[in-house]
């Protein structure tokens, strides 16, 4: 795997600590020796974009923070831009800029807010990602913090569902159809709605809209990372 020929020390990022690299690597491999282009939301000291640079040796690197770090000297492959990740102007001039014909992969490491990772989120998949790219959401674990500002602490009870089931006939329960319990706060929500995105067809059986596919040709979801592959083809049936 490609980070197990790295020097890691070398690299100030969250990343390897948390265990990232080992979902990354089977899943990029495929990209490693390519001509990528690469943009990350959220660069911090800019560790991770080095690490970026190192790993795709072909690649060019891009990152985006609402405020760059002062101290940080991108060298060769690397290009950055201050601006925000919510802020669609800014995002196409970045992509016109680097990627005209759009990126390989984009890794949003930004605000790990719900719904501001959610508008970058859409915005990139549809007019700057290439089909068959990848799109990865990192830390959508913070949806289950309380000290989070979109987040909340998990609760497996519902107290409304419970109420529902209490009124219900014994004969008639398993016939009813309850939701299960769900917990959809701040980035949890928005990763559970990439999941009916890719269930777009299941959704439209049985609908008067129509049926089409999902825009997703897959999406994994690991303990810290969500990585969406966008299909080759989005045209409906």
């Given amino acids: 795997m490609r980070s197990k020929l790295l020097n890691l020390d070398a690299y100030d990022t969250d990343k390897i600590k ?26 911090y000291r800019g560790g991770s974009l080095k690490l970026w640079r190192d790993y795709f040796p072909r690649g060019t690197i891009v990152g985006t923070d609402r405020k ?22 800014f995002l196409s001039e970045v992509a016109s800029k680097t990627a005209p014909d759009g990126f390989d992969i984009i890794i949003d490491d930004a605000s790990h807010i719900g719904e501001k990772a959610k508008r970058a989120f859409w915005y990139l998949f ?15 674990g913070t949806g289950y913090l309380d000290d989070f500002p ?35 706060y ?8 990439l999941v009916d995105e890719q269930g777009a067809a ?7 809209v129509g049926w089409r ?7 994994l979801i690991t303990p810290g990372i969500v990585i969406v592959t966008k299909a080759a083809s989005t045209l409906a049936a």
């Fill in 150 to 184: 979109d987040g909340k602490q998990f609760n497996p009870r519902t107290p409304i569902l419970r109420r529902v089931r209490s009124l219900l006939p014994q004969r008639i329960g398993t016939k009813m159809k309850v939701p299960f319990p769900c917990h959809s």
């Fill in 126 to 140: 549809h007019h700057h990602l290439k089909p068959g790219g990848l799109y990865a959401i990192e830390d959508w």
């Fill in 213 to 219: 596919k999902s825009k997703f040709k897959n999406v």
């Fill in 68 to 89: 760059l770090p002062p101290d940080f000297r991108p060298g060769e492959r690397i290009q950055v831009f201050e601006g925000h990740h919510g802020d669609k102007k």
């Fill in 202 to 208: 299941s959704i439209a059986m049985g609908s008067k």
């Fill in 18 to 43: 948390n265990g990232y690299l080992d979902v990354y690597d089977p899943i990029l491999a495929p990209w490693v020796n390519e001509e990528i282009t690469l943009l990350e939301l959220g660069v």
């Fill in 186 to 193: 701040g980035m949890v929500g928005f990763v559970k709605e």
